[in-house]
């Protein structure tokens, strides 16, 4: 089946605009998460969904951040009033459930870049 | 707080010849998975091999072999037989609980012909 899929590619928005990244998990993957990935970085935890439980929210940098999934379907990473500092590779990933042995699937990633 | 340490920030090999990654990390978690990662170019995270935390005996996939160290907190990553696609960023990781992964900075691989 297909992967874990991730729209736009690239997206360039000026200081201050909102702006949306969408994520398409594998289909029956209960677990989703989102990673920041600043240039020639690590990737950073952003926040976790697995089904219909509360999402984890503690890698969230600040409020202008935000994320949603309906149930086990597409996730939208919506970040306001964007900054120079938000400029980073967003990655999903996605697994079956959220365990600790549960490997993770990538999507290609959105590059967001804030003039 | 949960950290991982890749202290080698460049790495470079020949082709054919063998390159070992380091990693370290730092958790009080006792079940807990490692892990290797490749990101090319094209930026699509790619599992290489996973460790189980519990497991003594080290993973090993094709080319590719783990030496872990749980008492000294040390994983690092042995790539034989070293090819020119393997040329990527690596990544060392572990997760824990509901597998949230915690990455290291990654070290930068190129394999030279």
């Known amino acids: 089946g297909a992967g874990v899929s991730q729209s736009p590619s690239n997206k360039v928005t000026e200081k201050g605009k909102d702006v949306e990244l969408r994520c398409d998990p594998i289909?029956?993957?209960?677990?989703l998460y989102w990673y920041r990935q600043r240039l020639g970085q690590g990737l950073e935890f952003l926040i976790y969904?697995?089904?219909?439980?509360?999402?984890?929210k503690s890698g969230l940098p600040s409020d202008r951040f935000s994320a949603e999934r309906t149930g086990e379907s597409v996730s939208t990473l919506t970040i306001q009033r964007t900054q120079q500092e938000d400029s980073a590779v967003y990655l999903c990933?996605?697994?079956?459930?959220?365990?600790?042995?549960?490997?993770?699937?990538f999507g290609p990633g959105t590059r967001l870049t804030v003039l | 707080a949960q950290t991982v340490t890749q202290s080698q920030p460049e790495m470079s090999v020949q082709e054919a010849e063998t390159v070992t990654l380091s990693c370290t990390y730092d958790?009080?978690?006792?079940?807990?998975?490692l892990f290797w990662y490749k990101q090319p170019p094209s930026r699509q995270m790619i599992l290489v091999i996973r460790q189980e935390a519990y497991k003594q005996q080290n993973a090993t996939e094709n080319r590719f072999s783990v030496n872990f160290q749980k008492a000294a907190k040390s994983f690092s990553l042995k790539i034989s037989d070293s090819q020119l696609g393997d040329t990527a960023m690596y990544f060392c990781a572990f997760s824990t609980s509901y597998g949230k992964l915690t990455f290291g900075q990654g070290t930068i691989l190129t394999v030279h012909p």
């Open positions: 990933a996605s697994s079956v459930v959220g365990d600790v042995d549960n490997e993770q699937f």
């Open positions: 958790t009080s978690e006792s079940n807990y998975y």
């Open positions: 969904f697995q089904g219909n439980s509360a999402p984890d």
């Open positions: 289909s029956g993957h209960t677990a």
